[in-house]
């Protein structure tokens, strides 16, 4: 098993980058950091919180001047990249957050984001004051630097992972749009990645506004239509109406009362019919889709797991997605696993196992999982 992220910050990486502070500021002393970092509950601490850490540390440990220590991590920043160093742009929220500081701490912000990532100290910033960190994230997007750009989507998601939510966001995406609108073609794949996140961020509280983005940049460029297709992946997933047709999915439902459906038989298995948590079980499936014009189809399969208290909760897992011709027949074989994960915990109990075609149920089957034996 690998280990995990916060493994990065041993013995070795704290006494390495105390000595690299020590050639930029000699009174820095190397044992009592190590020290401050590695006191207390530092071994139950996950990454972020070891970062935090890490941070604080270094607060106790550099010139008491904001100003000064800044200067300090200045003189080494451009050998420390990667995800490790998040500790740097921590360190500007953590301590560069009274008004006076603002100009200084945005500008480190910029610069820190180039070596590793800001995404996450500036989201104290726009709490603080959203109307003018979107007007310097609007900014941003058209810095030649694609780390820069890339900050001025991630930063501003309304549901970035690991990091605090911006609710303001939630409620009204739309201070957000005009920076997305900048980045939409953006050269670099890491911009158009963040910004289809974006997108998908927006989408989970207001389908109506991402539906019409896509509707209304679709087709203006090939970079575009990545970023839309990425970004819709939840409402496709959704089955939204008006995003299955944007993406030229067949509906399931004709107007033509004597047109056959969209689907004409359809079956599902599941063997064995009973399986232990931690075992897997082998998925075999058919659509026979109807004779005449080729459809686009997203066939999936879905589990209704069971949760701790008894009910159940669906999950879909994607098994096709591409045209077929008329008449043609999907088939294939699935092998899915009941081992417990970091995302989800597997009960004992009657699990129901669904089919789908462009959203709609076509066949199902059901699998009795129990609780391993033990050992």
């Not at 077929?324 to 994960?341: E, P």
Request: net charge neutral.
């Amino acid at each position: 098993m690998a280990e995990p992220l916060k493994a990065m910050y041993d013995g070795l990486f704290l006494e390495q980058f105390a000595s690299l502070v020590k050639t930029a500021w000699s009174p820095f002393d190397e044992a009592h950091f190590v020290e401050r970092v590695r006191d207390g509950s530092w071994e139950q601490l996950e990454l972020k919180a070891r970062s935090r850490k890490i941070t604080e540390a270094l607060g106790a440990s550099l010139p008491q001047s904001y100003d000064d220590a800044l200067a300090v991590l200045y003189q080494i920043d451009e050998k420390c990249t990667g995800l490790p160093y998040l500790f740097f742009p921590d360190f500007v929220e953590v301590y560069g957050m009274e008004p006076q500081h603002w100009e200084v701490s945005l500008a480190a912000l910029k610069r820190f984001t180039t070596r590793s990532t800001s995404e996450f100290a500036i989201r104290a910033f726009i709490l603080s004051d959203p109307k003018r960190l979107t007007r310097q994230m609007l900014e941003w997007a058209d810095d030649p630097n694609e780390h820069v750009r890339r900050l001025a989507s991630e930063g501003i998601r309304p549901r970035l992972p690991w990091a605090q939510a911006l609710p303001l966001f939630k409620r009204d995406p739309s201070p957000i749009i005009p920076i997305l609108d900048k980045l939409k073609r953006d050269p670099s794949l890491y911009v158009r990645k963040s910004v289809a996140n974006n997108l998908n961020d927006i989408a989970k509280d207001h389908p109506e506004i991402v539906t019409q983005l896509a509707e209304a940049w679709s087709g203006e460029d090939v970079r575009t239509d990545w970023i839309i297709r990425h970004g819709c992946r939840t409402l496709i997933k959704q089955s939204n109406p008006q995003i299955m047709a944007l993406f030229g999915y067949a509906k399931n439902e004709s107007l033509d009362e004597d047109a056959l459906p969209l689907v004409t038989a359809a079956a599902l298995e599941v063997e064995p019919g009973t399986v232990a948590i931690g075992g897997e079980v082998s998925l075999r499936y058919r659509v026979q889709l109807r004779e005449g014009e080729p459809a686009k189809l997203r066939i999936e399969y879905g589990i209704a797991f069971v949760k701790s208290g008894g009910k159940t909760s669906l999950k879909r897992f994607l098994l096709s997605d591409r045209e077929y011709a008329g008449g043609a027949s999907a088939s294939g074989t699935r092998v899915h696993r009941f081992a417990d994960l970091t995302t989800r915990k597997h009960y004992s109990g009657l699990h129901r196992f669904t089919l789908w075609v462009n959203g709609k149920e076509v066949a199902n089957s059901e699998l009795l999982v129990m609780e391993a034996e033990a050992t």
